[in-house]
């Protein structure tokens, strides 16, 4: 079947701009993860959704950033008033039923602030 | 929290050679240990994971892992590195939720 997918794949804008990411993840998966990667660094968490359960908003960097999953499916995560320092690769990952299991990651969003 | 170690930004081996890279986690519980490899324009794929039983586990691509209990430890290894090997490595250790490391960057020499 498919894997997760991520759209855009690359997103370039201006400073102060919002953005907002989106994430398919694998059919009947029930966890739903972002992560951050910025140049040279490892992956940084950010956010995590399992179920219907509230989400484990503990690696979110500012309240700039939030993010949504909409009917246990698809996901947005949104940085309003963009800062350089939010250039990184956003990746989203998926997995049946919690973070013990394989997390599956797609592609990821390359996003420049300029 | 759990936390992850990789004290090797970067290692350079010959191709043919045996690698090892290290991953020590901090972490309450008997934890959950994974390897990612990340190779360069790909997303990331999972190497092998340890739940719990033998402490030594083996993945895809010829890898394996020795997961150390008194040592904190989930070292990878290798015993002959091919030139595809190199690839950004990521040790994460789950629970609640996942920690990554900071990644090893492996090069292979010819």
């Known amino acids: 079947g498919a894997g997760v997918s991520q759209s855009p794949s690359n997103k370039v804008t201006e400073k102060g701009k919002d953005v907002e990411l989106r994430c398919d993840p694998i059919?009947?998966?029930?966890?739903l993860y972002w992560y951050r990667q910025s140049l040279g660094q490892g992956l940084e968490f950010l956010i995590y959704?399992?179920?219907?359960?509230?989400?484990?908003k503990s690696g979110l960097p500012s309240d700039r950033f939030s993010a949504e999953r909409t009917g246990g499916s698809v996901s947005t995560l949104t940085i309003q008033r963009t800062q350089q320092e939010d250039s990184a690769v956003y990746l989203c990952?998926?997995?049946?039923?919690?973070?013990?299991?394989?997390?599956?990651f797609g592609p990821g969003t390359r996003l420049t602030v300029t | 929290a759990q936390s992850v170690t990789q004290p090797d930004i970067h290692i350079t081996v010959s191709e043919g050679a045996s690698l090892e890279l290290r991953c020590n986690y901090s972490y309450g519980a008997t934890p959950y240990l994974f390897w990612y490899v990340q190779s360069p324009g790909q997303g990331l794929q999972l190497l092998l994971k340890?739940?719990?039983?033998?402490?030594l586990v083996q993945g895809i691509k010829g890898f394996e892992a020795e997961f150390k209990r008194s040592q904190s430890s989930f070292n990878l290894r290798k015993p002959s590195v091919h030139w595809s090997d190199a690839a950004e490595y990521f040790c994460?250790?789950?629970?609640?939720?996942?920690?990554f490391g900071a990644g090893t960057r492996l090069t292979v020499k010819p």
């Open positions: 990952a998926s997995s049946l039923v919690g973070p013990a299991i394989e997390q599956y």
């Open positions: 994460a250790v789950g629970g609640n939720d996942m920690r």
């Open positions: 959704f399992q179920g219907n359960s509230a989400p484990d």
């Open positions: 340890y739940f719990s039983g033998d402490t």
């Open positions: 059919s009947g998966h029930t966890a």
